[in-house]
C-alpha cells in the first residue's frame, strides 16, 4: 500500500504510466464508470478549497465510488482536538482511500503513516500539492505532445507558489528542458530550487524581470498570482503588477505552439479576453486535473488491493536530536509525535524535518 | 442547450410539459430511477438554503445521478476572488449540470454564459427563484385540478417577496385568472407588477388589507413571512402581525375546496394546529418542489444532449451605455464583465440591465 | 415505523438481533451492498460531529444508498427559525431515514413526532447517543464473546458523560454484571443511576478513585476524557489529571484477557503508546459503530416498510400542569410545542419532561 505525499514519490515511469491511463480514460469513459463500485474516497478539507475538493470528488464519482468529508476545519473533529493521526486511523474505518487539504506542512504525511488506507495529499500549506503538478503533467502531454525539449516559462510569484516548486521539480527529469523564471526581484525562485534541483542536475534556466521580453522564447508559460501582502513596499507593487499581467497585447508575442497555464483561481493576472485564445489552457487543465485524480486513485487502490502492508519508517535512517522550527509544521501540535529528521545532504550538514522538509 | 433563469424562460407549452412530466414520476417513480446514471449534478449555494439545497439533490439521486457542490460561500473558492464565470467554466469540468443560489442579482445568469453545462437559477438575491414557482404550479394543479379560473390570495409581505411576484407572472399567463393582494400598506404589490403585468394583460386584481375579510373568495391562498425589519415603525408592526397570521379560526371563513400554500420556512404566520386541515398543501408543495426539480433536470439535460450549443447573447440588440445602480448586481463585483443594458419599453423609454433586471 | 430516540427503546432480544446482523454484515459484506439501492438517509447535524456523521454516511453507503444532509447548523434552516418540527416534516419529502445530532434535549424526539420517517437520535446535548451505546456492545461482545458476566470498569468523567450514563443502563439488563466507577469525586456517577438503575435492579458496585488500584480485576475498561472546565478549582485538576490517564505502566496491572473502550476523540487521557496494545479496542470500537448503524438502519427502514403508521403519543398519560425549566430542552424553543410531563415513579412523586427527561 502506497500513499501520494509528494510528487516525486512518483518515478518518471509511474508518472507515464498516470499519463496512459488519464489518456484512455478520456478516450473510453464507459470502459470506467464502474470501477471504482462500492469503494469511498474521504475528502477531508482541514481548510476550504473547492476546486481541487469538487475536482476529487467528481473523480470518484466518475469510476462509480461515491464519497464522505468534510470542506472545513469547524465541521471536523480536530475542532474537538482529535489528532490527525487519529482521524486517520478513524476514517480508514469509513473510507478506502482519503484525500487530505491540511493548513499544516506534513499534516498528510502524519496522516499516511497511521491511516490503514492510501493517502492522497491535497495540499498542506505552502508545502506539497502533488496532484496539482499532475494535472500541470498532463496538460503540457496533451498540449504540446510532449514532456522533454521544451522552454517553459514560469511567471509571478516564485518564492512562495508551491505550485511551481513542485512543476520545476517534476519537469527537471525529463532531458532538454529548459527554465525561465519571470518575476520581480522580491519573487524570485529560491535557492533550494536554484541550486539543489536545477544546478546539480545541470539544468539551464534564466532569471528575468519582464514578462513581455521572456515571452518570445517560451513553449509553456505557467502564470501564478502576486499576491499584494508579499511586497514589503506598497508603491513596488503598484509600479509591477501590471507587468505581470497576461494580457491579449502580450500573447501576440508569444510563439504559435504554446500554452498557457496557470493552477486557478486566477483573480486578474490573466486577462478574460485571453480566454479565448486556443493557447489559453488553463481551463482545460482543470479538467485534466479530474482525469489524472481518477488515474492516481485507480493505482492507489489498486497497489493497496496487492499489496495492503504499509511500508514502515526506517526509524534506523533518522535522528531524533533536534527540534523542528517551522512555526507551521505539524510536529508543533500533534499529540505525541516524536521529532524526527534526515540528513538530506553530508556534505553540507543539511538536516530536514521528515515532516515539513524544512532545514534545522 | 439551455439553462433556467426566469420563470418565463418557460412557455406555458413547456410548463405543462413538466407538469406532465413530474406526474408521471409520481405515479412511476421505478422508471426514473436510472435515468441520470453517471450524470452530476453540483449544488453552489454561495449562500445557504437548506430546504432547496437538499431538494436539489433528492431529486438528482431519484433519478439515480449523484451530486457534489458547497453549502455556502466560506467554502467554495468565491471566498479567494474568484469570479463567477470563472467558477461556472470550473464546475462544468466536475458536472453535467449546476444549480445556483447566490445573493447577487444576476449571478446565475451569468454563471449561464459562461458555463458548459446547463445552469438552474436556485434563487439570486431578490431577484427570481423560478423552481420555487415550479413547486408552486404542480401544488395548485394538483390540489386544484386545473391552473386556469381560479380567484388566488397572495398575503403578506408582497413588496419584497420574490416567491409572489414570479407567481403572478407564471399565472398570468393562464386564463380566468383573478388576484387577491392582502397586505399592509407598507408590503403592497409593487407598480412594476401591477401595471407592467395585469393591468397590461387585462388581469382583474382586488388589494385588501385584511385576510379576514378576503379568504371567504379565494381558491388559492398563498401565504408569505412578514418581517418587522420591513416596517419604519415598529408599533405598526406589532399592531399589524397578527391579521397576517393564518389561524384555525381564520380557516372556518374559507372555501370547503380551497388550498393554502406558503414557500416555507414559515416562523409563526401559520399556526402549526392548521397543519391538520386537509387544505394546508405547504407540506405537499415541498414534496412537489422534488418532483418539478427532477422533471426539470431531465429536461435540461436531454436539451443539452439533443443540442449542445448554447444560445449567444444578441450584442447589437443591447446598449453598452449605462451603469447598473443596483448595489445587489452580480455587475458590483464581477471581473471584466461588460455593462449591458436593454431597451424592455421604447414607449415609456424604460432600459433594464440584462443581469438583475432593475432600471437604469 | 419505529425510531430510535434512547437505547431502552430497543429490548434485550433486538439488541441480539441487531448484533447477530452487525456480525453477519462483517461476515458477508456483498450480501448487503445493495440492500437500500434507491434508498436515502438524511445526516441532519446541528452541531458538528464529524465522526458519528461520516459513520452514519459511510453505513448508508455501504448499504448501497445514498446521503443527503448537513454538518452545521449554519448551513441549515434553522438559522431563519424553522421549527424542529417543521424540519422534519420537510426533510421526510426528500429522505426515507434521518439522523438528527442536536445540541438541544429531545429534538430527535420532537422531530420523530412529526416526521413521516424513522428518525435516529445521533446525539441531542447531554442527554442520549443511543448509537454510540450501540457500538459498544458490539465491541464488548466481539471482544469477549459474550455481554453477561462481565465486570465493568468506567473511568474519568462519570457525571456529565452521556455515553456512561447509556452503557450502564444497556448493561444492566445482561446478568452477572458488576460496574466499577472510576472517578475523582467531583465527577462521581449520578444518584439518579446509581438508585433508579442499579440499586432498584441490585446490580453490585463500587466507587473507587484510582484507576491503578481497579484496572487489575476489569474485564472492560471505558475510558473517558476529563475536561479542565469541570473543575471548581483548577488546581484540583492539575493534582488529578494524571491519575485517569492509562498508560503501558497502567496496562500492565490488567488482565490478560480485557478491552480497553472510548467513544473517541481522546485528546490525551490514552497514551498513544496503548494503541499497540491489542487489548485497546478503540479504534475497532469505531469500526464496529458502523457495522450497527447498517443494522439500526436495514431494522428500521424494514419496520416503516412492514407497518408505516407511526405510535401515537398516549396523551391521557401525560401531564400538561407544568413547565420544563432544563435550559437546555427543545421545549424551550420550538414553536407551539406543548409542555408535556410523565409520572415515572409514583411512590416518589417524581415527574420528567417527556422531550428532555429531567425532572420537573
Redesign the interface.
Known amino acids: 500500500m502506497r500513499s501520494l505525499i509528494n510528487i516525486l514519490d512518483l518515478s518518471v515511469e509511474e508518472l507515464s504510466e498516470l499519463i496512459a491511463t488519464a489518456k484512455d480514460i478520456i478516450a473510453h469513459p464507459e470502459a470506467y ?1 464502474e470501477k471504482c463500485a ?1 469503494k ?1 474516497l ?1 475528502t477531508l478539507f482541514f481548510e ?4 481541487t475538493r ?2 476529487f ?2 473523480a470518484m ?2 469510476l462509480g465510488g ?7 476545519a ?4 480536530a ?5 490527525m ?2 482521524t486517520a ?3 480508514s ?3 478506502d482511500i482519503m484525500a487530505i487539504r491540511h493548513p499544516r506542512e506534513g499534516a498528510p504525511f502524519v496522516a499516511s503513516q497511521a491511516a490503514s488506507a492510501p493517502v492522497i495529499n491535497a495540499g498542506d500549506g505552502g508545502h506539497n500539492h502533488p496532484t496539482q503538478t499532475l494535472a500541470d503533467l498532463l496538460t503540457i502531454s496533451r498540449e504540446m505532445g510532449r514532456l522533454d525539449n521544451l522552454t517553459i516559462g514560469l511567471c509571478g510569484d516564485l518564492k512562495y507558489g508551491r505550485t511551481v516548486h513542485s512543476l520545476v521539480e517534476a519537469m527537471s527529469r525529463y532531458s532538454g528542458i529548459k527554465f525561465v523564471f519571470i518575476s520581480p526581484k522580491e519573487l524570485k525562485m529560491p535557492g533550494f530550487i536554484r541550486y539543489n534541483v536545477l544546478e546539480k542536475l545541470g539544468i539551464p534556466y534564466t532569471e528575468v524581470a519582464s514578462l513581455e521580453e521572456a515571452i518570445g522564447s517560451l513553449d509553456v508559460l505557467y502564470m501564478t498570482r502576486i499576491q499584494r501582502e508579499r511586497f514589503d513596499d506598497p508603491w513596488e507593487y503598484e509600479r509591477l503588477k501590471d507587468s505581470y499581467v497576461l494580457d491579449v497585447e502580450k500573447m501576440k508575442l508569444a510563439k504559435k505552439e504554446m500554452c498557457v497555464l496557470h493552477p ?5 493576472e490573466i ?3 485571453v480566454d479565448e485564445d486556443p493557447r489559453a489552457a488553463y ?1 482545460r487543465q ?2 485534466n486535473g ?1 482525469f489524472m485524480r481518477m488515474a492516481l486513485i485507480l493505482k492507489l487502490l489498486e497497489e493497496a488491493k496487492q499489496n495492503p502492508v504499509k511500508p514502515k519508517l526506517d526509524l534506523s535512517e533518522l535522528e531524533t536530536d533536534r527540534v523542528c522550527q517551522n512555526p507551521k509544521c505539524i510536529s508543533q501540535v500533534e ?2 509525535l516524536p521529532q524526527l529528521f534526515r540528513c538530506t545532504d553530508k556534505a553540507a550538514d543539511i538536516h530536514r524535518c521528515i515532516y515539513c522538509e524544512q532545514r534545522a
Open positions: 464508470q462500492h469511498k474521504a476550504p478549497s473547492t476546486r469538487l475536482s470528488e467528481a464519482l466518475e461515491s464519497v464522505i468529508g468534510f470542506s472545513e469547524s465541521s471536523s473533529s475542532s474537538k482536538g482529535e489528532s493521526a487519529d486511523k478513524i476514517i474505518c469509513y473510507a486557478l483561481p486566477r483573480v486578474n486577462s478574460v479576453k481551463f482543470a479538467l479530474k499529540q505525541e
